[in-house]
């Protein structure tokens, strides 16, 4: 791969390679053109073999090549690249601000491993010309030299301080600003306003709130406090970003599933095209399959799921409709997904398929557009099923209860409610029928 200026992260750096020789790490500079926070970075890369998992370091400059000053860390998850060139997302611990027009380094080291390794996509026409890639024996020692090539990368910059408003969480809560908060366990945050706190708090400044443990602040104002106090004190860093457990692999993988069980032209369900149109209090069987067009039922109509379905345009659940797994998925899960928003009211019905550990999931890659500007409004009770929107918000309304929900947000009105069921710790995705299973490792409850 060294003609393509691709750059393996063995013991060195082109083949034959020989087990004593020096470990390389590999490094891209690259220079903000608007000062902000770094949130992420993309890494175009693919795999041999099993490879372990690396650590991508952003570093500042030392004299035209990467210095020994840390700014943020992110997990390379090995196991979430393929054996064909893709993006993966590396999110960072903190997010630290960048400089407009200062130089900065993606730097990642990896274990030495001749037969599984990762492999850095790479351009050897240096196209970019804000930035130039090197290599090292080892980053944390330097003596780096010219890779002669920009290796494929993409920054992340800006976005908004998470929150959580007028919510109760039973367990600990962590966040840059919290208000109006009821929170069983310990809080972290940079600023946290009119709140209950049953353990102890770590945060800059804290005001109007009754905390039941310890509380360690710089600034407090009318707050009542039951343990120990601290001050002056370090506040705590803003919570990480939290990798998606759903991996951009997973979703093609997904659609090739479906579009493998044929391709339907045209709106599914309520007034659906023929092969796909379902009667009032009809049922129909369905999966694998792609549909160019309109997932739809509004009369009491049931979808049963027996095989992934992929749907281009919208999902609308109404009136006592349902989509459920088909019982040959056993103790495995399926899931229906969707390019646009999903939509579901009125004692709408999902379940697996019947069997402990068999779940539904409803998917919507929208990042918006939908009732309250939603990837995914919820209207009604669902359990069994697992909602997911990581690129836009869900939205629940009055007295909701959900048993799973992963959004990039999540409001929920008066008495909404998630109660996260762990039995999702262990679901296991397949296709329907004979086809391969998707095992997602990291789902968990995360405040």
């Not at 393509?4 to 087990?19: G, I, M, T, V, Y």
């Not at 608007?34 to 570093?59: E, F, Q």
């Not at 366990?185 to 353990?199: D, E, H, K, V």
């Not at 999902?350 to 550990?357: H, T, Y």
């Amino acid at each position: 791969d060294v003609g393509n200026a691709d750059l393996k992260f063995l013991r060195c750096a082109q083949d034959p390679c020989s087990p004593s020789a020096p470990q390389v790490d590999v490094a891209q500079s690259f220079q903000p053109a608007a000062t902000n926070r770094a949130v992420k970075a993309d890494l175009y890369l693919k795999k041999v073999g099993s490879p372990a998992n690396a650590t991508l370091r952003l570093i500042s400059d030392s004299g035209g090549s990467p210095g020994t000053s840390v700014l943020a860390t992110g997990l390379l998850n090995a196991s979430s690249v393929g054996s064909s060139y893709g993006w993966l997302t590396v999110n960072f611990s903190t997010t630290p601000t960048l400089n407009a027009n200062t130089t900065y380094w993606l730097v990642i080291d990896a274990a030495p491993d001749n037969s599984n390794y990762l492999v850095w996509g790479g351009d050897s026409a240096n196209g970019y010309t804000r930035g130039t890639g090197k290599k090292s024996n080892d980053w944390s020692i330097g003596n780096w030299s010219n890779l002669n090539a920009d290796l494929n990368f993409r920054v992340y910059m800006g976005g908004i301080d998470n929150q959580i408003s007028t919510v109760s969480v039973d367990g600990s809560a962590y966040a840059h600003f919290m208000d109006i908060v009821t929170v069983g366990g310990n809080a972290g945050a940079f600023t946290l306003n009119s709140g209950t706190i049953g353990g102890s708090v770590s945060a800059d400044t804290i005001s109007n709130c009754t905390i039941g443990g310890n509380a360690s602040y710089n600034v407090k104002t009318s707050c009542t406090i039951g343990g120990t106090q601290t001050t002056p004190t370090t506040p705590p860093s803003d919570p990480a970003v939290q990798a998606m457990p759903i991996t951009q692999e997973m979703i093609d993988a997904w659609k090739a599933q479906a579009e493998a069980g044929g391709t339907i032209n045209g709106d599914c369900g309520d007034g659906g095209v023929a092969g796909c149109d379902i009667p009032t209090n009809g049922t129909l069987t369905l999966g694998p399959k792609k549909i160019n067009g309109n997932l739809i039922l509004a009369n009491n109509q049931t979808l049963v799921v027996s095989g992934t379905i992929y749907i281009t345009g919208y999902i609308d659940i109404d009136n006592g409709s349902a989509i459920q797994l088909d019982p040959s998925y056993g103790t495995k899960s399926g899931l229906v997904f969707s390019d646009g928003t999903i939509h579901l009211a009125n004692n709408g019905n999902f379940s697996g398929s019947g069997q402990v550990g068999s779940y539904l999931m409803l998917m919507s890659l929208a990042s918006g557009g939908g009732h309250h500007g939603g990837a995914i409004d919820l209207h009604n009770n669902a359990s069994g099923v697992i909602f997911y929107a990581a690129n836009g918000l869900v939205y629940l309304h009055n007295n909701v209860n959900a048993t799973q929900l992963t959004a990039k947000a999540i409001t929920l009105d008066n008495n909404a409610t998630i109660s996260y069921d762990p039995g999702l710790a262990n679901a296991l995705f397949s296709g329907g029928g004979s086809s391969g299973s998707f095992k997602v490792k990291s789902w968990k409850e995360i405040e």
